[in-house]
Nanobody
Framework: QVQPVESGGGLVQPGGSLRLSCAAS????????VGWHRQAPGKQREMVAI???????NYADLVKGRFTISRDGANNTVYLQMNSLKPEDTAVYYC?????????WGQGTQVTVSS
């Protein structure tokens, strides 16, 4: 089973930027849609952005115009570029790979937006 590994989280000031990476092994990664989700303390996990195998992105309204999801097929990596970060973007960000029979989740990476 393809297992995603997230990286790139950290502490950033409001208005700053971060780029998250989701890497996975296996040639089938290129054939799978991949999503970024996040979960803040005390809240349910929510979808942030999804990119299809063909590279078509979809975004949650809360991040439209600020976040960009992209994929690098050569490196089996999906990126989430996050700009104009707000304190309410603070959460653990998870990568999810859409498999034929379910999903594969990563362990998550913490993003904290604070001055």
């Amino acid at each position: 089973q393809v297992q995603p590994v997230e990286s790139g989280g950290g502490l950033v000031q409001p208005g700053g930027s971060l780029r998250l990476s989701c890497a996975a092994s296996g040639s089938n990664f290129k054939l799978r849609a991949v999503g970024w989700h996040r979960q803040a303390p005390g809240k349910q996990r929510e979808m942030v952005a999804i990119i299809s195998a063909a590279g078509v992105p979809n975004y949650a309204d809360l991040v439209k115009g600020r976040f960009t999801i992209s994929r690098d097929g050569a490196n089996n990596t999906v990126y989430l570029q996050m700009n104009s970060l707000k304190p309410e973007d603070t959460a653990v960000y998870y990568c999810k790979i859409f498999l034929r029979n379910g999903y594969s989740w990563g362990q998550g990476t913490q993003v904290t937006v604070s001055s």
